[in-house]
């Protein structure tokens, strides 16, 4: 290469970063935000996502502790990063201009693949409940909240876990996160749907396993779906076909009282009947996708410390009935409102595994707090991940797992903002289904406790596996490899009837 050339090559390197360190500055408001990752213009932030995958925005927070908020200027936008549990709480209450609905409607676009017409419905009215989505969480609020809704779920959830503990009369050695993926993916579907539920025919569960994984991209919208994921495609489309025969024929009308309320809205709302079975077929995520790798947390954080098993333990034999007649009765009201070290150690691997990002669109221009101006266009993050890892926050054992986190402080202590526990959201887009996600994770972690001990196969040790790998389209770390345990039935429990109870119901 001669000298000409490479010195024509570094002078149109040196006025190109010029030109784009320029626009950067010239484009940035002064009342914005400070702009932090800025040495390579519009580029520094996406070197530094991959370079620190889902612990960016907490090194971020680290590296400049004393910003309450800051700007990330990335090609054509800009996202302006919350650390302050202040600025999360003035976010969350600006609902009508900092709005969710863009990322739902995007996500039915990209993921889902909708068309036009349903586009235009979704993102008619986006602030109002006369709109499609705010419309939405109105009708099916009362089908996922606590009361009879929620116990018949919960009902069909117990029938299938027990269905499948009762398989395990002898020691039996399984993987780990395989079976709790295929029971929660199981038990939630059969709940939702009802008799016929298309989750359960094996080509489904086949063609979900190759759309899941690539949501994320989908979401990213950068590569071209038809181009670079083929298969995740024919595994979203041919859901699409089993949804819109579960559609047509109408087996939604024997669902849950959430999915019913789900289609009626998409029908009132005048959803192209060719879509309905999209937006359908997106509940699975909705239901499933962050509640298996939850409930795997749970299970392997009570089973491989001895002093949680044992706090836990104790705390579900009080909520569980043990007739002579060789019935058992577990209520599962007394194991959600009356375990409080097992409820603690739910929320504590929510903290301690949880990686969601709150995002929401800035609508119009808006003064942040009377403070910081976010521009029309942009986007305001939350991180979880940022939040949870936080010791000013949390104290100084943050980096620790302690399942007694959540319990009610005594003698004084501080209590901790309810904001900073980010694992289902916050502000109107807290999660609809938080109540059966709990209800579930916490029902299958107390009758794994109250019918069986748990252990890796072949007398190893626990090993908590690494999360490198996570899919960031979660909001709940994946383990990066499974682990095999052995199942042990209990003595006395192995021949009992079990039966599931509400009090108070």
Not at 64 to 92: E, F, K, M
Not at 244 to 252: C, F, I, L, V
């Amino acid at each position: 290469m001669s000298t000409a050339t490479v010195t024509i090559a570094l002078s149109t390197i040196i006025a190109c970063y010029v030109f784009f360190f320029a626009l950067l500055h010239l484009t940035q408001d002064k009342s914005e935000p400070p702009v932090v990752s800025r040495s390579i213009p519009f580029v520094s932030p996406l070197l530094g996502m991959v370079r620190w995958g889902m612990d960016y925005y907490s090194h971020m927070r680290r590296r400049h502790l004393g910003l309450p908020i800051y700007t990330l200027r990335l090609p054509g936008t800009r996202i302006y990063v919350v650390n302050s549990l202040d600025l999360i709480h003035a976010v969350q209450r600006q609902w009508r201009t900092l709005i969710f609905a863009p990322i739902q409607v995007k996500a039915a676009r990209v993921a889902m693949g909708v068309g036009k017409d349903t586009v235009a419905i979704l993102e008619r009215d986006m602030i109002t409940k006369s709109g499609f989505v705010n419309g939405m969480a109105k009708s099916i609020h009362p089908t996922l909240s606590n009361g009879p809704a929620l116990d018949a779920l919960s009902a069909k959830v117990f029938e299938v876990f027990n269905g499948a503990m009762g398989e395990f009369t002898a020691p039996t050695t399984i993987s780990m996160f395989q079976w709790i993926d295929k029971q929660i993916m199981l038990a939630t579907t059969d709940a939702v749907y009802g008799s016929s539920n298309p989750m359960r025919d094996d080509q489904n569960l086949a063609a979900w396993h190759n759309y899941h994984p690539a949501i994320m991209f989908f979401m990213l919208d950068i590569l071209p779906p038809k181009l670079f994921f083929k298969s995740a495609i024919q595994g979203r489309e041919y859901l699409v076909k089993s949804f819109a025969k579960y559609y047509k024929d109408g087996s939604y009308q024997k669902g849950s009282a959430y999915i019913q309320e789900f289609t009626r809205h998409c029908i009132s709302q005048k959803i192209p009947h060719n879509d309905i079975p999209r937006l359908l077929m997106g509940t699975v995520f909705n239901t499933v996708a962050n509640t298996t790798p939850s409930a795997f947390w749970v299970i392997y954080r009570i089973f491989s410390d001895s002093t949680v098993l044992q706090e836990c333990r104790d705390e579900v034999e009080a909520a569980i009935q043990h007739n002579e007649n060789g019935t058992s009765t577990i209520d599962l009201n007394l194991v959600v409102n009356s375990c409080p070290i097992l409820l603690s150690t739910y929320n504590e691997v929510f903290r301690y595994h949880g990686m969601a990002n709150s995002v929401r669109f800035v609508s119009e221009d808006h003064m942040l707090n009377g403070r910081y101006l976010v521009k029309k266009g942009g986007l305001v993050m939350v991180s979880a991940r940022s939040q949870h890892s936080n010791p000013a926050i949390w104290g100084d054992n943050v980096d620790r797992f302690y399942h007694k986190r959540f319990m009610k402080q005594q003698n004084g202590g501080k209590r901790v903002n309810p904001v900073a526990l980010r694992g289902f959201g916050g502000g109107t887009t807290l999660c609809p289904g938080r109540h059966f996600a709990t209800s579930e994770i916490l029902m299958l972690a107390a009758l794994m406790l109250a019918r069986f001990d748990v252990q890796p196969s072949g007398g190893k040790p626990w090993v908590l596996p690494s999360t490198a790998k996570s899919s960031q389209a979660e909001a709940m770390e994946q383990p990066d490899n499974d682990i095999n345990i052995e199942v042990l039935p209990r003595p006395g429990t192995s021949g009992r009837a079990w039966r599931v109870a509400f009090s108070g119901r």
